[in-house]
C-alpha cells in the first residue's frame, strides 16, 4: 500500500521509525501551538487592556472571539480533512493560523486585535482535529495508542509551559511577542508535515458539507457569549442582553434541529445516547469551564 495512497486504512506506520516520530513531531508542534497560545494569551491579557485602553469587556472578547470560531468551526474541520485530505487541511490550518498570529501581533488597535483573534480560531478549527485524526489513521493499531498518548502528553506540556512562556516575554519585551512566536513554530510545522506525514482522507464521494449545521452553532455560541458578556455592564434586563440571548437559544434550536433532518450531519445526535460519551463530554465541559475562567481572572 502506497504510502500516499488517500485512504481511511493509512500507511500503518511504527511508532519505532524515523518517520513515525516525525510524524508525532509534526503534529504535536500543530495541536501545541493552538494549546500554548490559548494559555499565553491569558497571560497577556493585563498588558494588551493597558496598552490599549480597553476595560474588560474588550479583554474579555480577546479570548472569546477566538474561541467561539474554534468550537463553532471544529467539527467542519474535521469533515473538511477526511473529505479533502487530513494533511492538506492539517497544512493550511497550521498556515492560517501563522498568519492570523502574525495580524495579531501587528494589530494596532484592540478591534483590529479581536478579528484577528477569530482568524486565528478559524486556523486552529482546521488544525487540530487534523492532528488527532492523522496520527489515528497512521499509524498501526499496534502503535496507534502509544501515539495518540504521546501527543496528548506533549501536548498538555505546552499547556503547562504556556504561562511561563507568556510571562517572560511580556516582561522582556512585549506583549506581541506571544503571537509572533507562533510563526517559527508553524514554518517548522509545515516543513515537517510536507516531508514525513502522509496524506489520507476517507473513502468513497465527498460528502456534502454540513453548513447549515456549522452556521446555527456558530450564531448560537456568538449570541449566547454576547449576552453573558455584556450582562455585566447593561444588565440581565436590558435589550443589548435579553436579545443576544434569545436569538443564542433559538440558534442553538435550530441546530438541534438540523442536525437531526441532516441527512450527513456534522454531529450525529445518535453519539449522545452513550451514556460514557455524555459523561465524558460533561466533565470535559466542567473542566474546561474552570480552567477558561482561571485562565482569564487570575491574571
Known amino acids: 500500500m502506497s504510502e500516499t495512497t488517500p485512504n481511511l486504512q493509512g500507511p500503518a506506520l511504527r511508532l519505532s521509525t524515523a518517520r513515525g516520530r516525525?510524524?508525532?513531531?509534526a503534529t504535536v508542534l500543530g495541536s501545541g501551538m493552538a494549546a500554548l497560545d490559548a494559555t499565553v494569551v491569558g497571560i497577556a491579557l493585563p498588558a494588551i487592556g493597558r496598552d490599549f485602553g480597553a476595560g474588560v469587556a474588550s479583554?474579555?472578547?480577546v479570548v472569546d472571539a477566538y474561541t467561539l470560531t474554534l468550537?463553532?468551526?471544529?467539527l467542519l474541520g474535521g469533515t473538511l480533512g477526511d473529505s479533502y485530505g487530513r494533511r492538506k487541511m492539517f497544512v493550511a490550518g497550521t498556515i492560517w493560523f501563522a498568519a492570523a498570529s502574525l495580524l495579531c501581533g501587528l494589530a494596532p488597535t484592540a478591534g483590529v486585535l479581536i478579528a484577528a483573534r477569530a482568524l486565528q480560531g478559524v486556523g486552529g478549527a482546521l488544525l487540530t482535529p487534523g492532528s488527532l485524526a492523522i496520527l489515528q489513521v497512521s499509524f498501526a493499531r499496534e502503535d496507534r495508542m502509544a501515539a495518540i498518548g504521546a501527543w496528548s502528553g506533549l501536548g498538555g506540556v505546552a499547556t503547562a509551559i504556556g504561562p511561563f512562556i507568556g510571562g517572560w516575554l511580556i516582561s522582556?519585551?512585549?506583549?506581541?511577542?506571544v503571537f509572533f512566536i507562533n510563526l517559527p513554530l508553524a514554518a517548522v510545522v509545515v516543513a515537517v508535515s510536507a516531508r514525513h506525514?502522509?496524506?489520507?482522507?476517507?473513502p468513497g464521494p465527498v460528502p456534502k458539507l454540513d453548513l447549515k449545521g456549522a452556521l446555527a452553532i456558530s450564531g448560537a455560541l456568538a449570541g449566547i457569549t454576547y449576552g453573558l458578556i455584556a450582562a455585566s455592564a447593561d444588565g440581565w434586563g436590558s435589550l443589548p442582553v435579553l436579545i443576544p440571548l434569545a436569538v443564542g437559544v433559538i440558534l442553538l434550536g435550530l441546530?438541534?434541529?438540523?442536525?437531526?433532518?441532516?441527512?450527513q450531519p456534522m454531529l450525529p445526535l445518535g453519539v449522545f445516547a452513550s451514556r460514557q460519551f455524555s459523561a465524558a463530554?460533561?466533565?470535559?465541559?466542567?473542566v474546561y469551564a474552570a480552567l477558561g475562567g482561571l485562565l482569564f481572572l487570575v491574571p
Not at 522582556?172 to 511577542?177: E, G, I, N, T
Not at 506525514?197 to 476517507?202: F, N, Y
Not at 441546530?255 to 441527512?263: G, K, L, S, T, Y
Request: glycine share 2%; hydrophobic share 60%; no cysteine.
Open 22 to 25: 516525525w510524524v508525532v513531531a
Open 281 to 286: 463530554n460533561a466533565v470535559t465541559f466542567v
Open 255 to 263: 441546530f438541534v434541529w438540523v442536525e437531526a433532518r441532516e441527512p
Open 59 to 61: 479583554v474579555q472578547w
Open 71 to 74: 468550537a463553532g468551526l471544529l
Open 197 to 202: 506525514v502522509p496524506e489520507t482522507r476517507s
Open 172 to 177: 522582556a519585551v512585549s506583549w506581541r511577542l
